[in-house]
């Protein structure tokens, strides 16, 4: 993403600024930003977005007139008009009408903050450059969350920041030149018009030429498409709805001899696509420079699969690149009480033999203050004394439980103005406002370091359909079982085995996969147990050769990496301490060797606080 920052602070100078920006003025506003040159100005409007945003009514290819819809649409209206569709976070400055207006779609995937203070205004999509800028003091509890389970990110609206804020999913703030709030909306059109539950449905064909409608603007003229390609069923849809005549590479990370690359490239020849399989270990604990780099160039790094690919594009293509759905909204995966392997297994005939409809729970208000108590709950647990005895920093034990609490029922009020049918659907909405939003979402922000990376199932049209089809439908991949199968831009990729069931075709029976899903994941469990008793990362890892956590932590360099994470420490001793014991007791095997994106997003916060303090210190 380009940053950029729009402020009243007219005594800002160019040059103080951070090495590669420059300062405009616009009337009596200043923009800092990455481009030397002002955008383009029409309609007395600036936009400045990150993703896209699209009007389906008008022609891809017609720039300007969509340029000139979607203007027109921000400028007077929330929610955006039906025709109006995109994944995105938006500032506008309308010079006519006196105003500043900042949205984000339905779910924040791209971050957009606001600071108001001392009659100044800060609005950046770069947490890092609004700290370098405005000066502001950092958030001891916005810190803590980031640094802290269950999900180590902001909640709410809360950033690292004190007063700045994010906003909130679907939000949409209008502000006066001099930073005077107008109004606050909110886009609450998730799970409206619920279909029926009946499984003999004709609504596959409709949702499908609105998903291919999605990606073929996205690509708009492009001739060059790329995908990550992971082999699950959401990158299949994505690969099915790019057009025939596009020149198309696919990509995945980790080793081509991996089961995941093998499905990918499989799928990818079906398609007659060029295929590359990145692979460089070395990249999941990556030096401290890049690591560096990529924080203040993205903010998105946690997941660092991504750097495989990112960094094996020599050049920095500013193709199109498509992701599969981020928060398993057609599956239904995030619906918690349907999702638990304790759950399938005890109702397999129910529900995978018999085919039965799933039962569910009208919403009430006392079900959905019962609901909040316990979500709460899962989170305070982590903020206990003796966790929060680790920070080196000036805080309140009682201030910041209740702040975190202010900021858990900011996405309670953003759920609750749903009024949702059903009370497990609370959970599914829930997880998309936190852990798709702030986390899954950093593949976007990584991924748009070298292409114009976009997710269509993600878009205001897509998760509308998605969200409006009833759960029943959804559930146990009945509505993709029935989009594979209906679908002849599809049904070729349903031949194809996935990694979670391996060898027998996806369109198999849903018994014979089960079976085989159970029997790899006993296998799995026993090579595990084998290689953590011998205390050998030579061991076999899994049945099927995948991504390798054992050998990740192997990296000759992970001391050295560890230590200059954190050789400008701004989260305390003891804390980063227990970061780095935590990752040399996964090298040595002496705990499970998880995934290691609580280890860099610890890293990445430090990176982010330290780039600021080392910034206004200069």
Known sequence: MKKFLITNNTAIKSEYLPDGLFLHQLGDILLIS????LPEKRDNCFLFNDGYLIDLDKEEVDRKAQQKSVLRALMVSWPLPDNITGSFSAALIDEKKTKISLSTDLIGLYPLYYL??????????????????????????????????????????????????RLLPGECRRYDLKGGLISVEFDN????????????????????EAYKK???????????????????????????????????KCYTFGNKENYESKIAARLADLKNAEFQSCYQPALYFPNSELLRNY??????????????ITENVRENRREPLLLGELCEALPARKIARFSTREFREQNFVKYYLKNKDYSFEASTSEKFENWKKNKLRQYLIF??????????????????????????????????????????????????????????????LVAGSKFKAYSPAMSLQMLRKTSSLHPNIRLNYRFVKKLFTENKDLKKFYKVPTNQAPFIPQNAPDPFKFVIWGLRSKLDQYFINRMMKAKDPEKRYRLLKSVNWAQVYQNPDLEKNLDEYFEKDHLGK???????????QRRDLKQWPFANMNIINAAALNAELDLIASYRKK
């Open 116 to 165: 108001i203070q001392n009659n100044e205004f800060y609005f950046s999509n770069s947490i890092t450059l609004t700290g370098m800028i405005s000066g502001a003091n950092s958030d001891p509890t916005g810190i803590l969350q980031r640094s802290l389970g269950p999900d180590y990110a902001n909640q709410g609206s809360r950033t690292i920041l004190k007063k700045c804020k």
């Open 383 to 444: 903020f206990h004394e003796r966790n929060l005895s680790k920070f080196e920093m000036d805080f309140d034990y009682d201030v910041v439980r209740k702040e975190l609490t202010e900021d858990i029922n900011e996405i309670f009020e953003r759920i609750e103005a749903h009024n949702l049918a059903y009370t497990e659907l609370y959970d599914e909405l829930f997880s998309w406002y936190t852990y798709t939003r702030m986390r899954l979402s950093k593949q976007l």
């Open 214 to 248: 999605e990606v073929r603007y996205c690509l708009n003229n492009s001739e060059n498409v790329n995908i990550a390609l992971s082999g699950g069923i959401d990158s299949r849809v994505a690969l099915g709805a790019i057009p025939k005549e596009k020149k198309l």
């Open 574 to 584: 003891a804390y980063v301490q227990g970061v780095k014991s935590q990752a040399l």
């Open 34 to 37: 990455e481009n030397n040159t």
């Open 189 to 208: 059109r998730l799970y409206k018009n619920l279909s029926k539950p009946d499984q003999d449905h004709n609504l596959t064909e409709e949702y499908w």
């Open 295 to 308: 924080t203040w160039q993205t903010e998105g790094l946690e997941l660092c699969s991504w750097l495989e």
